[in-house]
Every structure is written in C-alpha cells, then in structure tokens.
C-alpha cells in the first residue's frame, strides 16, 4: 500500500487546456513536495508547502495543501508541451531525513 | 553550480556479476541518499548518509547492496551478486540542510538492467 497515492495515473491532453492531478493520503504530514521528471534526467523540485491551505504559484502552476496536511493538488493553466512530464508528490516521513514519493502522474500535451 | 552526477548512465550484467554505481554530490552537501525505482512502481529510499556516516539504511533490500562514502564525499553502491530483481533506476540525491529535513537534489540515474 503507497503511502501517497497520486491520481491520474496517466493523463493525455491537448495544448491550451487546463488540468489537475493530485496527491492524497491518509497521514498527515509536516511538508508536501512536487517534482518534475522529464526521461533520462532525475526529479526536479517545483515547490515545497507546509501550511495546511497553502496555495503557491509558479508561473502556470498552482500547488495547494489540504487543510489537514493530507493532500495536495496540483493545477496547470493553459498546458503547453514543455509540460510534458512525470510528476510526483512527496513528504518527508518517519522522523528522520527519510523522503517517500508518490508513484507519479505521467502528462502528456499534444500541441 | 554542478549538479549531482551518477555513473554510470547504464549498466547491463548478467545475473550473479557485481556492478558499481557512483554518485557524487553537489559540492559542500553533508546529505546524501541512495534512492531506486523498480518498474511501474515509486521510487523508494535505500539509505542516507550524513558526512561518511551511515544515518539509515532501512531501506537497503538486503546484504548483497554495500553503500560506502569514504571522507564524506562521493559515494558507491555495490550490488553484489546482482540478480533479476535488481534492475531499474539507481537515484543519488543530496541536501544542505543539517539538522533537519531539506527537499532534494537528483542526479539523473544509473539504469541497471540484469539480464
């Protein structure tokens, strides 16, 4: 059983349209990361929160915590190609330094 | 400012041979970690180091996976006998941050294959 289950496993869409993949748990945690992998290359940080309802954007991106500290939502305006990527969400988890990640969603934009 | 690198990108052994995979963090990170995703499935952590020191390794699958980081600097991880069940993606990882938890810095990954 993940940890931090990441729904859409997969998502297909056209450049120009909007979407949101998200980031759910049963646990609480203190932080939620997002990353960015694209093939061949290692994730890439976008963005860390810690505040139950925190909102930050980065660019076209929006990333909310949950209230609970239990899940995140990712949201991308206007998707372009340059999008294109695995994105995984991840906490910190079992008192030390220790990272868990999500299984990903795998985005697709056709231009 | 130079990233993490990993070597090497690939790695293809047979079954029961031993292979090596470097990493060498980004300059002045104490924090580094091992971490590996087998296919279809998350990536999960292997071990941690700070400095030369072994902080966790409760994520290493078993005895035959030996990570070293003499002085503190690069580390290796050695699969040793290697079997099916090995192949997939080999992340390094390292963080400033002491004392504390800090988001991390990857390299691009050594992809082992065991045929």
Known sequence: ??????SPQFLSIQEGENLTVYCNSS???????????????GPVLLVTVVTGGEVKKLKRLTF?????????????????PGDTGLYLCAAPRGGGFKTIF?????????? | EAGVTQFPSHSVIEK???????????????????????????????????????????????????????????????????ELEDSGVYFCASSQVTGGWSPLHFGNGTRLTVT
Not at chain 1, 64 to 80: E, M, N, P, V, Y
Not at chain 1, 102 to 111: E, H, I, M
Not at chain 2, 19 to 31: A, E, K
């Open chain 1, 1 to 6: 059983t993940q940890l931090l289950e990441q």
């Open chain 1, 27 to 41: 646990s609480v945690f203190s932080s939620l990361q997002w990353y960015r992998q694209e093939p061949g290359e």
């Open chain 1, 64 to 80: 909310q915590f949950g209230d609970a500290r239990k899940d995140s939502s990712l949201h991308i305006t206007a998707a372009q």
């Open chain 1, 102 to 111: 999500g299984a990903g969603t795998r985005l697709f934009v056709k231009a």
């Open chain 2, 16 to 82: 029961g041979q031993t292979v090596t995979l470097r990493c060498d963090p980004i300059s002045g990170h104490d924090n580094l970690y091992w971490y590996r995703r087998v296919m279809g499935k998350e990536i999960k952590f292997l071990l941690h180091f700070v400095k030369e020191s072994k902080q966790d390794e409760s994520g290493m699958p078993n005895n035959r996976f030996l990570a070293e980081r003499t002085g503190g600097t690069y580390s290796t991880l050695k699969v040793q006998p290697a």
